[in-house]
């Protein structure tokens, strides 16, 4: 598997969100290498939008969304799930995208449909946060082979309260995969 390079992230949020899919997420902890197939994702673009964690500013919590592409930001919802985004853009934008479902590949234990359990199958928790994801141990890289899939979009879930950003078409997903956490 070839990793993504830095430039990979440093694009337009949209247009990585969409290219993520199909890329393999690896993760490799206590000598275990464990892989799966992006399916889903939510893309969070930067302060103006106010579903994302970024529109309340810069905090503690959100620092790593306004640094550098190509960096994982691991946080908690509910004080119990860790969600794993990948930041997107140049430093100071605070875009990222949400990898909300995984078909497994290898080595994924339990449920990967929804940004919680994929997050507990492939073992990535708080301490992943601000991680580079160019590094040798968590990572993403295209998988063997070309394949070609039809792409869905829809609003994304569970941002309500975030008026006209709600309704905006910025989840996607593969058309027809059964991982998906919400067709």
């Known amino acids: 598997m ?7 992230y440093d694009r337009d949020t949209i247009a990585v969100a969409r290219d993520l899919l199909g890329k393999h997420l690896v993760h ?6 464990r892989v799966g197939r992006i399916v889903e994702v939510e893309a969070y673009l930067g302060t103006n939008d106010l579903a994302s964690h970024s529109s309340r500013g810069l905090t503690g919590r959100t620092r790593v969304m306004f640094g550098p592409p190509g960096r994982a930001y691991v946080y908690l919802v509910y004080g119990m799930h860790s969600c794993m985004n ?10 990222a ?3 909300r479902a995984l078909e497994p590949v ?5 449920p990967t449909r929804g940004p919680g359990r994929l997050c507990k199958a ?3 928790d708080r301490r992943l946060n601000d991680h ?5 141990d968590f990572f993403i890289a295209d998988p063997p082979g070309a394949e070609r899939f039809s792409i869905v979009k829809r609003p994304r879930v569970g941002v309500g309260y975030a008026g006209p950003w709600a309704r ?3 989840r996607f997903y593969i058309r027809g995969n059964p991982f998906v956490s919400k067709p």
């Open 106 to 110: 290898r080595n994924v234990d339990g």
């Open 132 to 136: 580079d994801l160019t590094g040798d």
């Open 86 to 95: 990948v930041v997107t853009e140049r430093d100071g934008h605070a875009s």
């Open 97 to 99: 995208v949400l990898l």
């Open 28 to 33: 490799v902890s206590n000598g275990v290498e």
């Open 2 to 8: 070839r990793k993504v390079p830095r430039a990979f």
């Open 168 to 170: 905006r078409l910025l």
């Open 122 to 124: 492939m073992h990535i």
